[in-house]
Every structure is written in C-alpha cells, then in structure tokens.
C-alpha cells in the first residue's frame, strides 16, 4: 500500500519515524530513515534528494532531458531495467548573485567501494531555470554485476560542493 504524505519541515536534519499496523494479520512493522532539508532559499549549492526513475522504452545514459515518468520507491532491479537518477540543483532559491557553472559527478561503487561506474555532466548558467536545474543520469545497469551498490552524486562549484547517495542492488 502507498500511503502518500507530506511534511513542512524548515532547513535542518531529522529523522523520520513511521510505524504502520495490520489488524488483520496482527503485525506492526516501522523504519526509521534520517533526513535533511537543504536550505534552498540560502545556500549557494544544494542538491535534492535523488529519485529513481524507470521507463519500459529506456533512457540515453547522460540525458538531461524529460521524459514523463514516475519515481519509484524500488531499490532491486534486473540488468534489462531502465533506470535513471532525478534530482535537482539548486544556487539559492532567494539569492541574487550570478549563477556560475556546476560540474555534476555520479559514482557508482560495488560492495566493496570499488569505483564501478564514473560519469560527468556540466551545468551551464542558461541550464538553471528560476535558480534550479534538473538532472536525470541513467544507471548502466546492463553493465553491472549482480550485487550490492552506492550510488553518489556530488555537484561542485569552484567554490562550493554537495552530494547525495543511495544504496541499490542489481540480480
């Protein structure tokens, strides 16, 4: 079941505690997750948090391009899958100074923290709309063994940097 909320929640680190209950089978289960809201408004680089996107007809592997597709909450996926990181930039939502360019870097490193995948993608000023851009990289799964992996992104100025990771497993 997909139970859809929403919380307001200012700048700062938090984590999220939620416990669901099944009467009828007599089983209650709960996570726990850590969380942290960027402060948009202020920080000269910031980054989302990372979605994962699938479609059926698949993706090009560095597209910056959007393409209509929800986010996925699965973390398992096939090497025919087709899979894409989403996320945002950010350069201060209530800043006035320029936006300068950022130099996004996606890592992907097995089990072992052996770098597995490395890509890059530049982001030009004329790539943020109102302060904000959008980012889609596509995973090579087909080209990664079955196994356990992290996924980072880190996004960098010449002054300034900020990342993002999750784990994710290939059969």
């Given at each position: ?100 360019p ?49 996924l980072?992104?880190?996004a ?16």
């Open positions: 079941m997909n139970l859809p909320t929403h919380l307001d929640l200012p700048p700062g680190d938090y984590e999220i505690r939620v416990a669901v209950a099944d009467p009828l089978r007599g089983r209650v289960a709960s996570v726990f997750q850590q969380v942290s809201v960027p402060a948009f408004a202020r920080a000269p680089l910031s980054l989302s948090g990372i979605a994962i996107e699938m479609a059926a007809d698949g993706f090009e592997t560095a597209s910056l391009a959007d393409v209509a597709v929800s986010p996925i909450t699965e973390r398992t996926f096939s090497r025919t899958d087709h899979v894409r990181a989403a996320f945002e930039a950010y350069q201060g939502m209530q800043r006035s100074d320029a936006i300068v950022v130099t996004v870097r996606l890592t992907i490193a097995d089990a072992y923290g052996k770098t597995v995948h490395e890509e890059s993608v530049s982001l030009t000023a004329e790539s943020f709309q109102a302060r904000r851009a959008r980012v889609r990289l596509g995973l090579p799964l087909d080209r990664l063994e079955p196994g356990a992996y992290a980072s992104i880190e960098r100025t010449a002054k300034e940097a900020s990342g993002r990771a999750l784990r994710f497993t290939v059969e």
